[in-house]
């Protein structure tokens, strides 16, 4: 009894905690994503999403699906994470303002240069630290 006592008090000890974020901003952009020869285009949707107040990110593309955006970090504007594809692990560094969202997503030697407009959300961290909804106007 001791024994399983103490292995389920190491277990708790080991698990890793989740981190997160708090999401400074939500909401919904439709992008498009090009191959940096303009040979191929896709459509889809960034996903903003606060769940239980820690940020969580996703991309909708019309022919890969959805996907969620792992290791998501949100620093002035600038959203980076990791992205699973049929490839591989791709890395995305999108910068987003109030209205539009670019970047890129790069797969070892594939890259996309990415670019859309909010559709909905907007929420904004102030400079004192408080959250207030900002409103957008809706394309």
Not at 19 to 32: H, K, L
Not at 52 to 77: Q, R, Y
């Amino acid at each position: 009894m001791l024994l399983a006592a103490s292995l389920l008090a190491l277990s708790f000890i080991s698990a890793p905690a989740k981190s997160c974020i708090a999401p400074t901003q939500t909401g919904v952009f439709r992008i498009t994503a090009m191959t940096k020869d303009s040979s191929n285009a896709s459509v889809g949707l960034v996903l903003l999403e606060s769940v239980n107040n820690c940020l969580e990110a996703s991309i909708v593309a019309e022919d890969a699906g959805p996907a969620i955006i792992e290791k998501v970090a949100l620093t002035d504007g600038m959203l980076t994470g990791s992205v699973h594809m049929r490839d591989g692990l791709a890395n995305v560094s999108l910068k987003i303002s109030s209205n539009d969202i670019n970047g890129s997503i790069t797969a070892g030697k594939k890259s996309w240069i990415v670019s859309g407009l909010r559709t909905t959300g907007g929420e904004m961290r102030s400079a004192d630290g408080d959250v207030a909804a900002a409103t957008t106007k809706k394309p």
